[in-house]
């Protein structure tokens, strides 16, 4: 499923998965993994080798996954958990009708009725295709695809909240453009063979589906297939590419309804208000009016029979997984095999547990942190971001560069951060949502329409603070500069992230730099254009803003030059957030250990390595993973972070506190030449 979604939401970001919870470590000096490290290798020209070679070279990748470390391990493993939660909740019969027992437990059950859900076949999705079929004219087609846009099938638009870049305590309705079923427009227009290849693969796999949908194999599906390539192509050339999505001005774009109505009058938008229960004269942002443009013409121009086309692959595209087997291999053999590069599927319970997580995230979320979260973790935590809080302020302090003007600025941005953790103070209202035990798609509807009207009567009301972007087992984090939040789900304070048992030096590098991180992207190159109220608004003097954007720039074509293989290398300008997230994050992270210590004993050293060294293993402990060839190309292209390797060797290789600790010669891999070293925070 894709949603629009706000491209200001910057995350850590590990794929959404799950941490597990073990606190079976006993001994005080509890740290670094000696058995991971690499002792062939030198951690002055290879850290990240060093670091975690050995257990990358003892545990491949399992064929279900695109990526493996002991993080991604501890995610999957605490699926289980999850999965006992489930199955519990699924066998209590005595469950009261809407209690979030009842409803995920008979949303996991229904998803683990495999047969019945074979049995159906794609039988739940023809009363969708019939509406499609019986429609005469636009007007109807339209009414179908409003009712795709309320069960999350956003194609080729969607409208959703966003806060107001310009009054962020006002929630605005985004109109945001989507449309495309490859992953981002570069793989509809660049000539390159890996890109030809893709679209190549791509037409015969919606010809494939449609087949399994009762198109007729040698004609009609694969023209169908070339028609949707070619709709989705011309809606590629208008859309944004990766790069200018991370530019905030690039979608603000302030539109009352009747400048939309000029933009696309081909759309009854007096009848999609209506259906979304809007009042014409709400805020609205459209991101892309451009695309939208596109879609007008090509509303107009391409023939109804196209546009039911389309319409059924994206409905289908949408709901493979709800379907039955054949659906689901064959969606996998593109997005999961092709793509990413996994060779199996993950067992239907595991994927049972995702979608649970998916659409009723916090029903499933509120049981877990029950069981799970412990209170200390959440204490621990607020202490280590103030002292991360703290560390930042002095640093933005000492920089040389900024003015003092600029630094009250910052200051005030620094005293208004917002931490949330563990998980939402107040949980979401799941009592309304219809779920029964027989049939799954039905179930997967219900979910759907229950996150889209979720977000959609936020729409046109102040800003409420307490929600959450992300669920309570989701072993990630993120920072909203519009809220001026760092979010920190209780599936990220678990081992290896963050371990109640694991003396400070570890809990710096690992968590300590993922606080940092998201501190960071507070005063990143998105992060920077947002004020202390998180308004888009400039609160730099011009010198200093010039000194910041040259200092990002050394960022930027540091990452430009890391390559996955010859010709193939990160995008600076995609992954420049995230850099400087990293780097300013382990710094940061640094300088809070180093005052956490101030006036106590230093600690010992453990296994022969320094508190500082401790430090920095654990960074390269906790980010390093072990990746498929084809997941990273996939990351290089669409994702604005970089892979794991040049995470943990990219910002260690610029700090002087790095090459201290390991006492690194100055010609060294890991010590970037005094000209070449970027600093920003
Ligand atoms: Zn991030």
């Given at each position: 499923?894709?949603?629009?979604t706000?491209?200001?939401?910057?995350?850590?970001?590990?794929?959404?998965?799950?941490?597990?919870?073990?606190?079976?470590?006993?001994?005080?000096q509890?740290?670094?993994?000696?058995?991971?490290?690499d002792?062939?290798?030198d951690?002055?020209?290879?850290?990240?080798?060093?670091?975690?070679?050995?257990?990358?070279?003892?545990?491949?990748?399992?064929?279900?996954?695109?990526?493996?470390?002991?993080?991604?391990?501890?995610?999957?493993?605490?699926?289980?958990?999850?999965?006992?939660?489930?199955?519990?909740?699924?066998?209590?019969?005595?469950?009261?009708?809407?209690?979030k027992?009842?409803?995920?437990?008979?949303?996991?059950?229904?998803?683990?009725?495999?047969?019945?859900?074979?049995?159906?076949?794609?039988?739940?999705?023809?009363?969708?295709?019939?509406?499609?079929?019986?429609?005469?004219?636009?007007a109807?087609?339209?009414?179908v695809?409003?009712?795709?846009?309320?069960?999350?099938?956003?194609?080729?638009?969607?409208?959703?909240?966003?806060q107001?870049?310009?009054?962020?305590?006002?929630?605005l309705?985004?109109?945001g453009?989507?449309?495309?079923?490859?992953?981002?427009?570069d793989?509809?227009?660049?000539?390159?063979?890996?890109?030809?290849?893709?679209?190549?693969?791509?037409v015969?796999?919606?010809?494939?589906?449609?087949?399994?949908?009762?198109?007729?194999?040698?004609?009609?599906?694969?023209?169908?297939?070339?028609?949707?390539?070619?709709m989705?192509?011309?809606?590629?050339e208008?859309?944004?590419?990766?790069?200018?999505?991370?530019?905030?001005?690039?979608?603000?774009?302030?539109?009352?309804?009747?400048?939309?109505?000029?933009?696309?009058?081909?759309?009854?938008?007096?009848?999609?208000?209506?259906?979304k229960?809007?009042?014409?004269?709400?805020?609205?942002?459209?991101?892309?009016?451009?695309?939208?443009?596109?879609?007008?013409?090509?509303?107009?121009?391409?023939?109804?029979?196209?546009?039911?086309?389309?319409?059924?692959?994206?409905?289908?595209?949408?709901?493979?997984?709800?379907?039955?087997?054949?659906?689901?291999?064959?969606?996998?053999?593109?997005?999961?095999?092709?793509?990413?590069?996994t060779?199996?599927?993950?067992?239907?319970w595991?994927?049972?547990?995702?979608?649970?997580?998916?659409?009723?995230g916090?029903?499933?979320?509120q049981?877990?942190?029950?069981?799970?979260?412990?209170?200390?973790?959440?204490?621990?935590?607020?202490?280590?971001?103030?002292?991360?809080?703290a560390?930042?302020?002095?640093?933005?302090?000492?920089?040389?560069?900024?003015?003092?003007?600029?630094?009250?600025?910052?200051m005030?941005?620094?005293?208004?951060?917002?931490?949330?953790?563990?998980?939402?103070?107040?949980?979401?209202?799941?009592?309304?949502?219809?779920?029964?035990?027989?049939?799954?798609?039905?179930?997967?509807?219900?979910?759907?329409?229950?996150?889209?009207?979720?977000?959609?009567?936020?729409?046109?009301?102040?800003?409420?603070?307490?929600?959450?972007?992300?669920?309570?087992p989701?072993?990630?984090?993120?920072?909203?500069?519009?809220?001026?939040?760092?979010?920190?789900?209780?599936?990220?304070?678990?081992?290896?992230?963050?371990?109640?048992?694991?003396?400070?030096?570890?809990?710096?590098?690992?968590?300590?730099v993922?606080?940092?991180?998201e501190?960071?992207?507070?005063?990143?190159?998105?992060?920077?254009?947002?004020?202390?109220?998180?308004?888009?608004?400039?609160?730099?003097?011009?010198?200093?803003?010039?000194?910041?954007q040259?200092?990002?720039?050394?960022?930027?074509d540091?990452?430009?030059n890391?390559?996955?293989?010859?010709?193939?290398?990160h995008?600076?300008?995609?992954?420049?957030?995230?850099?400087i997230?990293?780097?300013?994050?382990?710094?940061?992270?640094?300088?809070?250990?180093?005052k956490?210590?101030?006036?106590?004993?230093?600690?010992?050293?453990?296994?022969?390595?320094?508190?500082?060294?401790?430090?920095?293993?654990?960074?390269?402990?906790?980010?390093?993973?072990?990746?498929?060839?084809?997941?990273?190309?996939?990351?290089?292209?669409?994702?604005?972070?970089?892979?794991?390797?040049?995470?943990?060797?990219?910002?260690?290789?610029?700090?002087?506190?790095?090459?201290?600790?390991?006492?690194?010669?100055a010609?060294?891999?890991?010590?970037?030449a005094?000209?070449?070293?970027?600093?920003?925070?």
């Open positions: 499923m894709r949603r629009v706000t491209p200001w939401f910057v995350c850590l970001c590990f794929g959404f998965l799950f941490s597990q919870i073990s606190f079976s470590q006993t001994s005080s509890h740290g670094i993994d000696l058995t991971d490290l002792r062939k290798a951690p002055c020209t290879d850290f990240y080798e060093f670091t975690n070679g050995s257990w990358r070279a003892h545990n491949p990748i399992p064929a279900s996954m695109t990526r493996w470390s002991k993080r991604w391990a501890a995610g999957e493993s605490s699926k289980d958990k999850l999965k006992e939660i489930l199955e519990t909740a699924a066998a209590d019969k005595s469950a009261a009708k809407g209690s027992e009842q409803i995920i437990g008979d949303y996991y059950g229904a998803c683990m009725d495999e047969s019945r859900v074979n049995a159906r076949g794609m039988e739940p999705v023809k009363p969708w295709f019939a509406r499609i079929d019986a429609a005469r004219d636009t109807d087609l339209q009414k695809m409003e009712d795709m846009h309320d069960i999350l099938v956003a194609d080729p638009f969607a409208l959703g909240s966003q107001d870049p310009h009054k962020p305590s006002w929630v309705a985004d109109i453009a989507n449309g495309l079923g490859l992953p981002d427009r793989y509809y227009l660049k000539p390159e063979a890996r890109f030809k290849e893709a679209r190549e693969k791509y015969l796999h919606i010809a494939a589906m449609f087949k399994l949908a009762g198109w007729d194999e040698k004609t009609s599906a694969a023209a169908a297939a070339e028609t949707i390539m070619g989705e192509t011309k809606l590629a208008a859309s944004l590419d990766n790069v200018t999505l991370r530019d905030p001005a690039a979608t603000d774009h302030n539109t009352t309804f009747a400048q939309l109505q000029a933009m696309a009058p081909h759309i009854d938008w007096a009848e999609y208000f209506k259906h229960q809007l009042p014409q004269d709400v805020d609205m942002n459209v991101d892309q009016p451009k695309f939208m443009q596109e879609l007008d013409r090509q509303i107009h121009a391409d023939s109804l029979a196209d546009w039911k086309v389309y319409l059924k692959w994206h409905l289908l595209h949408s709901t493979a997984s709800s379907l039955s087997a054949a659906f689901v291999e064959e969606d996998f053999a593109f997005y999961g095999k092709y793509l990413s590069g060779t199996e599927m993950k067992p239907r595991k994927r049972c547990v995702e979608s649970t997580d998916q659409y009723l916090e029903a499933l979320g049981k877990y942190v029950e069981k799970y979260f412990p209170p200390e973790a959440k204490a621990r935590m607020q202490e280590m971001v103030r002292n991360l809080l560390a930042m302020r002095d640093d933005i302090l000492s920089r040389p560069w900024m003015s003092d003007d600029t630094k009250e600025k910052a005030a941005k620094i005293a208004t951060f917002n931490p949330k953790i563990g998980y939402p103070d107040k949980w979401k209202d799941y009592s309304q949502v219809q779920i029964r035990r027989d049939g799954f798609f039905e179930d997967v509807i219900a979910g759907r329409k229950f996150v889209e009207q979720d977000d959609r009567l936020t729409i046109g009301k102040p800003v409420d603070r307490g929600r959450w972007g992300m669920t309570p989701t072993s990630d984090a993120y920072y909203n500069p519009l809220l001026n939040e760092i979010v920190f789900p209780a599936g990220i304070l678990q081992p290896p992230a963050f371990d109640m048992r694991a003396v400070d030096a570890v809990n710096y590098g690992a968590i300590g993922v606080i940092g991180h501190i960071s992207h507070g005063f990143d190159d998105q992060g920077a254009q947002f004020d202390y109220l998180g308004r888009l608004r400039n609160w730099w003097t011009d010198a200093d803003l010039k000194q910041f040259a200092r990002a720039a050394c960022v930027a540091q990452f430009d890391y390559f996955i293989e010859p010709g193939v290398h995008n600076g300008k995609l992954v420049l957030g995230e850099s997230g990293d780097l300013g994050g382990a710094k940061v992270a640094f300088l809070a250990y180093e956490s210590l101030q006036g106590k004993p230093r600690p010992a050293d453990i296994d022969g390595f320094t508190p500082e060294e401790q430090f920095y293993i654990a960074w390269g402990q906790f980010r390093g993973d072990e990746i498929r060839i084809e997941a990273q190309r996939l990351m290089i292209q669409t994702d604005p972070h970089p892979i794991a390797k040049y995470r943990v060797i990219g910002p260690l290789s610029n700090l002087p506190d790095f090459e201290k600790a390991w006492s690194c010669k010609d060294s891999a890991m010590v970037r005094e000209g070449n070293r970027c600093e920003v925070w």
